[in-house]
């Protein structure tokens, strides 16, 4: 037995060609006890917790800092992410985490064959709407990670493990919030 076929159960019969069926995900029991172990393995290697959302606020003050030197002279967010000037703020743990991530969805969606480009929505919506919406509930998901300072990953997963009082009402909230809100939404996805 192959990896594809460990991971993945394919129904041929029933699908068409190109077509995605539930059964192309992976057990999400089996992801989450995967990912329980690297959150672990990351404690134990490097000292530290899973997080992604710094990531970006390096890229983007490094940026500044390029196009306006000005605007991150005494600007202490900036100054955060960009340190001491001893080390170039691209090379910290959460930037390797990042490309990490991206290979590995990359690597992830060519073993089950899911690697093309696709809007997935219901068939109510349109592929602008569901576009402006992803943009939309993706900013407000950008800002609440700066507002709570962290994001899923270092809140709920990091936080959570660390059985930090934030980080559990960080998680709970999400989960009140998306399931409220699933209600007003549900008929979109049929």
């Known amino acids: 037995m192959s990896i594809k076929e460990w991971f993945h159960h394919h129904d041929h ?7 995605l069926t539930p059964k192309h995900y992976t057990n999400p029991y089996l992801i989450g006890l995967l990912l329980g172990i690297v959150l672990l393995a990351t404690f134990v290697i490097m000292g530290r917790g899973m997080g992604a959302s710094g990531a970006l606020s390096s890229v983007v003050s490094v940026a500044v800092e390029k196009i306006s030197p000005a605007s991150v002279e005494g600007n202490d967010f900036y ?16 930037m390797f985490e990042i490309i990490g991530m991206i290979i590995g969805g990359f690597v992830s969606g060519a073993i089950a064959g899911r690697n093309k480009f696709m809007i997935e929505k219901g068939p ?15 900013s407000l998901m950008g800002f609440g990670a700066k507002l709570a300072r962290g994001c899923t990953s270092g809140q ?14 960080f998680m709970i909230s999400l989960f009140v919030g998306a399931y409220a809100f699933a209600y007003f939404v549900r008929r979109q996805w049929t």
Request: charged content about 20%; proline content about 2%.
């Open 156 to 169: 709920a997963l990091t936080g959570g493990t660390m059985l930090s009082v934030g980080g559990w009402a």
């Open 13 to 19: 019969d029933n699908a068409r060609e190109g077509e």
């Open 79 to 94: 100054q955060g992410y960009l340190g001491d000037g001893e080390s170039n703020p691209l090379k910290t743990w959460l």
């Open 124 to 138: 109510r919506f349109t592929n602008i709407k569901r576009l402006a919406l992803a943009f939309v509930g993706g």
